[in-house]
Nanobody
Framework: QVQLVESGGGLVQAGGSLRLSCAAS????????MGWFRQVPGKQRELVAH???????NYGTAGEGRFTISRDNDKNTVYLQVSYLKPEDTGVYYC?????????????????WGQGTQVTVSS
């Protein structure tokens, strides 16, 4: 099992910035990648960005432009730096970690989730 603990959310004025952190613990040696999703009001959860163990990044549509993902492997922590925040960035940001599990039918991805951290951007 893997535990994910997020921090860094809060109330920010539009145009400001913040950094979210996600610390992983437990059976982390099998993780392929970690990242962030978000759920804004009225929408489904969407990918912000992922980063692999060797630092390759993938940004979703929600994360293009103003978001930067990074990781510190020594601390088992992933960061999401967000700049020029907009009110529409308001939502719950979830840390995600993925590992590959194996079954009779073959390998499949398994996701772990943090409890989420609220980000509120005021206009």
């Amino acid at each position: 099992q893997v535990q994910l603990v997020e921090s860094g959310g809060g109330l920010v004025q539009a145009g400001g910035s913040l950094r979210l952190s996600c610390a992983a613990s437990g059976s982390i040696s099998n993780l392929n990648k970690m990242g962030w999703f978000r759920q804004v009001p009225g929408k489904q959860r969407e990918l912000v960005a992922h980063i692999t163990l060797d630092g390759r990044t993938n940004y979703g549509t929600a994360g293009e432009g103003r978001f930067t993902i990074s990781r510190d492997n020594d601390k088992n922590t992933v960061y999401l730096q967000v700049s020029y925040l907009k009110p529409e960035d308001t939502g719950v940001y979830y840390c995600n970690a993925q590992e590959t599990r194996r079954a009779n039918f073959g390998p499949y991805p398994y996701d772990y989730w943090g409890q989420g951290t609220q980000v509120t951007v005021s206009s």
